[in-house]
């Protein structure tokens, strides 16, 4: 079996099989990773190979300065980010809604399937996917990388390239916001 140094430097020099390797051997944490943030599996799926493009187009951008991993999870959580980013600014320039009706968006559960979530606990999974959702961009994202994808504060201050404190400060944040919107949701649904 060829080593990830042998299979990067092959890849660099355009070499197919070495990146269909790195695709086999890196896509279920890609998708997973892009899933936990943008929460859709189809734009999970589009972005999961865009990712995989880029990772192609800019392997020689890789020094080795950090794991492999860490490298693709930053492309990764970018690539997902920016596609929210762009959704987002779409929104705002588009109506959504007629203005006699409609469902209200902020009360809809997202509807997928994340891969660590067993589906006996999809409605609970679906509360939690839909509290994250609310979640500022930077606690989504470290929460996401730490909670689901299962990386350490390390890995991920590398990810995001920030202090092991930073981190530490922005999960004890998103624990907060999201102790604070379970519960709201809960009394609501359930009183």
């Keep these: 079996m060829i080593n990830e140094t042998e299979l990067i430097e092959q890849l660099k020099q355009g070499d197919e099989t070495a990146f269909k390797t790195i695709v086999e051997q890196w896509k279920d944490m890609v998708y997973n990773t892009i899933l936990g943030i943008v929460q859709n599996e189809t734009e999970a799926e589009d972005l999961a190979q865009d990712v995989f493009i880029k990772v192609f187009e800019k392997i020689n951008t890789f020094k080795g300065d950090s794991k492999f991993s860490t490298w693709l999870y930053r492309i990764a959580t970018t690539t997902a980010l920016d596609h929210l980013r762009s959704k987002k600014r779409k929104k705002r320039f588009g109506f959504l809604q007629s203005l006699g009706g409609g469902s209200d968006e ?17 409605e609970r999974a679906a509360v939690l996917f839909k509290a994250i959702e609310s979640l500022p961009e930077n606690q989504k994202t470290a929460y996401t990388l730490h909670k689901l994808e299962g990386l350490s504060y390390r890995d991920v201050s590398e990810v995001l390239n920030t202090t092991v404190s930073a981190v530490e400060s922005l999960m004890s944040r998103a624990n907060q916001n999201l102790r604070k919107e379970l519960g709201e949701y809960y009394n609501k649904h359930y009183k």
């Design 106 to 122: 902020k009360d809809m559960i997202p509807d997928f399937h994340h891969p660590g979530v067993s589906l006996d606990n999809k």
